[in-house]
């Protein structure tokens, strides 16, 4: 079992930049593949981009490409994830979440997800 606790949200302008932490306890992260995805108001909660558990291979959407980057602390038991050049359709709850399969986009292959945290990017 393990618990995650997403922070670092809030209200930011178009063009800025947010970093979202996600601090799992419970048990070691290093056994986890981990994923950000996000739902938006009245929308389905969409992939974002997911991390290998060392860190060494990463996937992102390609709304996302090129503007956030996923990143992981082993040993500080968190994955980070960096989110600039920030647009208004980025407006979101975002979750991080864990899973014990493959690296994947896919919700059904993450066990563990956190609360989320609002992330909402002004025009």
């Known amino acids: 079992q393990v618990q995650l606790v997403e922070s670092g949200g809030g209200l930011v302008q178009a063009g800025g930049s947010l970093r979202l932490s996600c601090a799992a306890s419970?048990?070691?992260?290093?056994?986890?593949?981990m994923g950000w995805f996000r739902q938006g108001s009245g929308k389905e909660r969409d992939f974002v981009t997911a991390?290998?558990?060392?860190?060494?291979?990463?996937r992102y959407a390609d709304s996302v490409k090129g503007r956030f980057t996923i990143s992981r602390d082993n040993t500080r038991n968190t994955v980070y994830l960096e989110m600039n050049s920030l647009k208004p359709e980025d407006t979101a709850v975002y979750y991080c979440?864990?899973?014990?399969?493959?690296?994947?986009?896919?919700?059904?292959?993450?066990?563990?997800w956190g609360q989320g945290t609002q992330v909402t990017v002004s025009s």
């Open positions: 991390i290998n558990r060392s860190g060494g291979l990463t």
């Open positions: 419970g048990r070691t992260l290093s056994t986890y593949a």
């Open positions: 979440a864990a899973g014990s399969r493959a690296l994947g986009s896919q919700t059904s292959l993450y066990d563990y």
